[in-house]
Nanobody, 115 residues
Framework: QVQLVESGGGLVQPGGSLRLSCAAS????????MYWYRQALEKQRELVAL???????EYVDSAKGRFTISSDKDRNEFYLQMNNLKPEDTGVYYC?????????WGQGTQVTVWS
C-alpha cells in the first residue's frame, strides 16, 4: 500500500508557472515509474509526464519544452514543474504509481489557467 498526496495546484494566468508535488508514503526508489496525469472537465484522463527511478523522463507532446518532471528520493516526492501555462492546461492533476503490482492515485490537485 502507498498513499500519494498532491499539492501545489492553483489559479494562474497564461504564461505563469506552478510546481506540483506528490508525496509518497513509501520509498520512491522502490517505485519503477512515477506518473503525472491530468483530467480536464468532461474529458478523459491523460498522461502528462513520467519519470523512472533511473531518471529517464517522457512527456506528452503538449508538455514538451514547458513541463519538467523530477523526483527527490530523500524526500520520497516527485514533482511537475509547469512553465508557460496555457488555458488548455486547466484540469485536475493526479500523481500515480504502480507499486507491488497495484496502481495508486493521489486525490488530485486543481490547476486553473485563466485569462
Amino acid at each position: 500500500q502507498v498513499q500519494l498526496v498532491e499539492s501545489g495546484g492553483g489559479l494562474v494566468q497564461p504564461g505563469g508557472s506552478l510546481r506540483l508535488s506528490c508525496a509518497a508514503s513509501a520509498p520512491i526508489d522502490g517505485i519503477p515509474i512515477m506518473y503525472w496525469y491530468r483530467q480536464a472537465l468532461e474529458k478523459q484522463r491523460e498522461l502528462v509526464a513520467l519519470i523512472s527511478n533511473l531518471g529517464s523522463t517522457e512527456y506528452v507532446d503538449s508538455a514538451k519544452g514547458r513541463f519538467t518532471i523530477s523526483s527527490d528520493k530523500d524526500r520520497n516526492e516527485f514533482y511537475l514543474q509547469m512553465n508557460n501555462l496555457k488555458p488548455e492546461d486547466t484540469g485536475v492533476y493526479y500523481c500515480n504509481v504502480l507499486y507491488n503490482g497495484r496502481t495508486f492515485w493521489g486525490q488530485g490537485t486543481q490547476v486553473t489557467v485563466w485569462s
